[in-house]
Nanobody, 123 residues
Framework: QVLLVESGGGLVQDGGSLRLSCAASGGSFSSKRMAWFRQAPGKEREFVAAISRSGSITFYTDSVKGRFTISRDNAKLTVYLQMDSLKPEDTALYYC????????????????WGQGTQVTVSS
């Protein structure tokens, strides 16, 4: 069983930056692929970014490429999402997820989820 707790969300202006953190406990963190998803009001939860177990491979959805950076510190059992050049359309509840399946971008590939942290970007 893995417990995930997100933090770092908040209100920021268009063009601003935020850094989200996701702290893990209760399981083998370094054996899990980690990802960030987000869900805006009235929309489906969507994939944002994922990182391999070692941190050497990352993958992003097209809309955040060049603006967001996912990273992990296996010694600290933490995964991060650095978000720069934020836009109002990035406003959503951001979730951290952990899994071991081969798929990177689908929700069902992840077995453990945090409760989410709200990111609001004002125009």
């Amino acid at each position: 069983q893995v417990l995930l707790v997100e933090s770092g969300g908040g209100l920021v202006q268009d063009g601003g930056s935020l850094r989200l953190s996701c702290a893990a406990s209760g399981g083998s963190f370094s054996s899990k692929r980690m990802a960030w998803f987000r869900q805006a009001p009235g929309k489906e939860r969507e994939f944002v970014a994922a990182i391999s177990r070692s941190g050497s491979i990352t993958f992003y959805t097209d809309s955040v490429k060049g603006r967001f950076t996912i990273s992990r510190d296996n010694a600290k059992l933490t995964v991060y999402l650095q978000m720069d050049s934020l836009k109002p359309e990035d406003t959503a509840l951001y979730y951290c997820a952990a899994g071991q399946a081969t798929a990177w971008t689908t929700k069902r590939a992840y077995d453990y989820w945090g409760q989410g942290t709200q990111v609001t970007v004002s125009s």
